[in-house]
């Protein structure tokens, strides 16, 4: 009888271990089978007030309380599916909430993922620039402007968090609006890329920058002044005068009218002083006020 006990208890415990390894497995099947909508659920849970974000994308004057709530959606999203799209779009909230340092950390790991897009590289660019890293600052603004115009449309057209964003507000958003948004971006993008390049000790390359036919007056008179600046530090100060004048009178500001002078100088063979760091520029002031953009 002894044995016929033992045999019985071994048939429950058998029974039992079958019963939690059947359990288990018929969890994991449910589960596997429900988690996509666990996770639709949860993101439709995170999804944040798009109609607010592009608010936020357009207006430089946000507080950062607001910019901070839309920042655990993008993170889930980024980290989730490695989207380079969010990753832009977490890295841009992360810079203008004033965290730098987690900005650069996504940013470069939105960049691992997809190297050539735009709006990657001109927000990685700004914040290099911002942290005195002229060399990195010049090595991602050269990539974005590599990247082309048609590029970087397409990179916004066909991205889903774009997409997102812009539906809630606009309906079959009129290509040209990109075109007029890079553009912009382009112009900036050229102008710290110069500044840069100088501030850097990369003057042939500062010269060598295109002054694009669509830039604004203003900025081409800008590039103008980097540009002339690097030909001063290259000792090349015919090219130098020829880009402080093309500047115009009316348009000189005390900075310029003191390294005309310092060129004139040199052209005649006369003791000169030195021109200012190009870190304490007016100029260089000037340009750390362009402000992140998706757009």
């Known amino acids: 009888m002894p044995g016929k006990k033992q045999n019985i208890q071994y048939l429950i415990s058998f029974v039992l271990l079958s019963s939690i390894v059947i ?17 639709i659920r949860q993101l439709d849970y995170q999804r944040p007030d798009f109609q607010g974000l592009l608010r936020i994308i357009v207006d ?19 980290h989730k599916f490695k989207s380079p799209e969010a ?43 911002r942290r005195h890293q002229y ?25 889903k968090v774009y997409i997102q964003i812009f539906n809630a507000i ?33 003057h ?13 007056s203003d900025r081409n008179l800008e590039l103008l002044y980097w ?20 500047i115009g009178k009316d348009n000189l500001d005390e900075e310029t009218k003191k390294l005309i002078e310092i060129t004139l100088h040199h052209l005649h063979h006369r003791p000169s002083p030195a021109p200012d760091p190009a870190g304490e520029s007016s100029h260089f002031t000037k340009l750390k006020n362009i402000p992140f953009s998706l757009l």
């Open 23 to 39: 359990a288990v497995f018929l969890t994991y099947r449910y589960y596997k089978k429900t988690r996509p909508e666990i996770l």
């Open 60 to 78: 430089d004057y946000f507080p950062e309380h607001i910019i901070t709530k839309y920042i655990p959606y993008y993170h889930f999203i980024f």
């Open 87 to 129: 990753g832009m779009v977490l890295g841009y909230l992360y810079a203008r909430s004033g965290q730098e340092d987690a900005a650069l950390d996504v940013l470069k790991l939105a960049k691992a993922i997809d190297p050539d897009f735009f709006w990657i590289n001109y927000n990685l660019g700004l914040l290099y620039f």
């Open 135 to 159: 060399n990195e600052a010049a090595d991602s603004m050269k990539e974005a402007l590599m990247a082309g115009t048609e590029l970087a449309i397409t990179q916004m057209t066909t991205s």
């Open 170 to 202: 606009f309906k079959n958003l009129p290509i040209e609006a990109f075109i007029n948004d890079v553009s912009i971006a382009q112009q900036y993008a050229v102008l710290v890329l110069a500044a840069c390049c100088h501030a850097a000790g990369r």
């Open 204 to 216: 042939v390359e500062a010269v060598n920058t295109n002054i694009m036919s669509s830039l604004g």
């Open 227 to 246: 540009q002339g600046r690097s030909y001063l530090a290259l000792n090349n100060y015919n090219e130098a005068l020829s880009c402080f004048l093309k």
